[in-house]
């Protein structure tokens, strides 16, 4: 089992920055790729970045890329999804996610352990 805790929402400007982490507690998070994920109102949970187990692979949704970087810290259990260039679109709830798999995967059902959701805020 894998327990991820997600922080770091908030409410910011457009064109600004937000740093989100995700705190991973049970096994070792090392053996889980990761994965953020967010749910605008009214719409599906959909793929945002992806990041595989040593960090040396990366994946971006091509509405984030270039503007949002995935990154992690095994030796403090912690994924991090730092936003820049912030638009009114990318309004939504965050939701962090641990994978067996080996390589990068973006369906939401290749997923086993979620977190809670962190909302982020973007006024234009």
């Known amino acids: 089992q894998v327990q991820l805790v997600e922080s770091g929402g908030g409410l910011v400007q457009a064109g600004g920055s937000l740093r989100l982490s995700c705190a991973a507690s049970?096994?070792?998070?090392?053996?889980?790729?990761a994965g953020w994920f967010r749910q605008a109102a009214g719409k599906e949970r959909e793929f945002v970045a992806s990041?595989?187990?040593?960090?040396?692979?990366?994946y971006y949704a091509d509405s984030v890329k270039g503007r949002f970087t995935i990154s992690r810290d095994n030796a403090k259990n912690t994924v991090y999804l730092q936003m820049n260039s912030l638009k009114p679109e990318d309004t939504a709830v965050y939701y962090c996610?641990?994978?067996?798999?080996?390589?990068?995967?973006?369906?939401?059902?290749?997923?086993?352990?979620w977190g809670q959701g962190t909302q982020v805020t973007v006024s234009s």
């Open positions: 049970g096994r070792t998070f090392s053996s889980y790729g």
């Open positions: 996610a641990a994978t067996r798999r080996f390589t990068i995967v973006t369906p939401r059902g290749e997923y086993d352990y």
């Open positions: 990041i595989t187990r040593s960090g040396g692979g990366t």
